[in-house]
């Protein structure tokens, strides 16, 4: 389950993503994979140099669309992720105003060291997450106005993990927001977020 709609409005109300093209979701995928894949990987030189010539030819390929922020693709789809490769992706499996349910998976690329994830991908994960959940149900516009992480135990990459957002409260423009990781019943990672609703004609 996704809750996003087709089209991801943005607060200046510039037009919605144009097209998807056909193949260009898996695009994606296969882009993360590349990632985990450069991170785990020892080439040689010459696995290298090959794969340095592919790098090359696939930036030339892409810069041939290159455009502006409200015509590309990364980030704005609607799907898992939002087609954005940097951030870790939430499954999103059940969601209410009140409660989001899902998983996230930190591959190799979010290594930090011995197993554990980068403590900053988890704060990255929760901004984009909160963000999103933020500003869901027809809420107005929000932004991150602060937020903090409990790392509880190590974060493991490679494991499928249980992620929970609460929508705990709002005052006035203020929206408090908690969530937590874990591995199975073990806690990993608890965190808050304060959001500030955007005051009118605020970019
Ligand atoms: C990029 C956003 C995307 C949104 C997407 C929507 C579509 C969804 C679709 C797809 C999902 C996308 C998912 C991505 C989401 C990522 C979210 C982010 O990462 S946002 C970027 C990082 N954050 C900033 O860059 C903020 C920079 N800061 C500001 O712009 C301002 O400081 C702002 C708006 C946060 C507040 O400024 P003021 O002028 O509106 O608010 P004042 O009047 O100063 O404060 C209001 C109340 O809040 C308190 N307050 C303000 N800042 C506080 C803070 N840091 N800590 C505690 N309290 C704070 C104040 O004390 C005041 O409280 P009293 O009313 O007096 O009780």
Redesign the pocket.
């Known amino acids: 389950m996704d809750p996003?709609p087709t089209h991801?409005p943005?607060?200046w109300d510039k037009p919605a993503p144009v097209t998807i093209p056909d193949g260009y979701a898996d695009f994606v995928e296969q882009f993360r994979t590349l990632q985990d894949a450069m991170t785990a990987a020892a080439p040689d030189a010459e696995q290298t140099r090959t794969a340095s010539r592919l790098v090359a030819e696939l930036i030339e390929v892409l810069k041939q669309s290159e455009t502006d922020e409200w015509s590309q693709l990364s980030g704005r789809l609607p799907v898992p992720g939002?087609g954005q490769t940097l951030i870790p992706v939430v499954h999103i499996n059940s969601e209410t105003e009140h409660e989001s349910r899902g998983t996230v998976r930190f591959g190799r690329q979010f290594l930090g060291g011995n197993g554990a994830a980068h403590g900053g991908a988890i704060p990255l994960m929760f901004?984009?997450a909160f963000?999103?959940f933020a500003?869901a149900h027809g809420r107005a516009?929000a932004?991150?106005?602060?937020l903090h992480i409990d790392y509880r135990s190590v974060t493991p990459i490679d494991t499928d993990l249980t992620v929970t957002l609460r929508f705990d409260r709002e005052e006035?423009?203020?929206r408090y927001v908690t969530g937590e990781i874990r591995d199975g019943d073990r806690l990993c990672v608890e965190a808050s977020g304060?959001f500030?609703v955007?005051?009118p004609g605020?970019a």
Do not use: M, Q, V, Y
């Open positions: 996003l991801i943005n607060w939002r901004d984009d963000g999103r500003n516009i932004r991150t106005a602060n006035g423009r203020k304060l500030i955007l005051k605020a």
